[in-house]
């Protein structure tokens, strides 16, 4: 079962910048993929961005250029570099695991708040 931790979450203003870090409790090798989603209050998850084991990124529309999902292999840990930030942004953010064949086994971190406010 692997383990995830998320950090880096804060308060920041309009325009400011946040790295969020999800550190895994094994190799990501031995990872599909591992991707950030984001709950704001009152909306369903959304998923943010995604980095497969072999480094290929997807990202939803509204954070394409501000937003930039990238891996430390040797530290066991995926980071989302967040710019720009919008009061729309605000939100808990987690980190997931997939693995399995057809992606069938989720773990997930316990979250971290990022609120984009002035």
């Known amino acids: 079962q692997v383990q995830l931790v998320e950090s880096g979450g804060g308060l920041v203003q309009p325009g400011g910048s946040l790295r969020l870090s999800c550190a895994a409790s094994?190799?990501?090798?031995?990872?599909?993929?591992i991707g950030w989603y984001r709950q704001a209050p009152g909306k369903e998850r959304e998923l943010v961005a995604t980095?497969?084991?072999?480094?290929?990124?997807n990202y939803v529309d509204s954070v394409k250029g501000r937003f930039t999902i990238s891996r430390d292999n040797a530290k066991n840990t995926v980071y989302l570099q967040m710019n720009s930030l919008k009061p729309e942004d605000t939100a808990v953010y987690y980190c997931?695991?997939?693995?399995?064949?057809?992606?069938?086994?989720?773990?997930w971190g316990q979250g971290t708040q990022v609120t984009v406010s002035s």
């Open positions: 980095i497969n084991w072999g480094g290929h990124t």
């Open positions: 997931k695991a997939a693995r399995g064949i057809r992606n069938e086994y989720d773990y």
């Open positions: 094994e190799t990501l090798f031995s990872i599909n993929y």
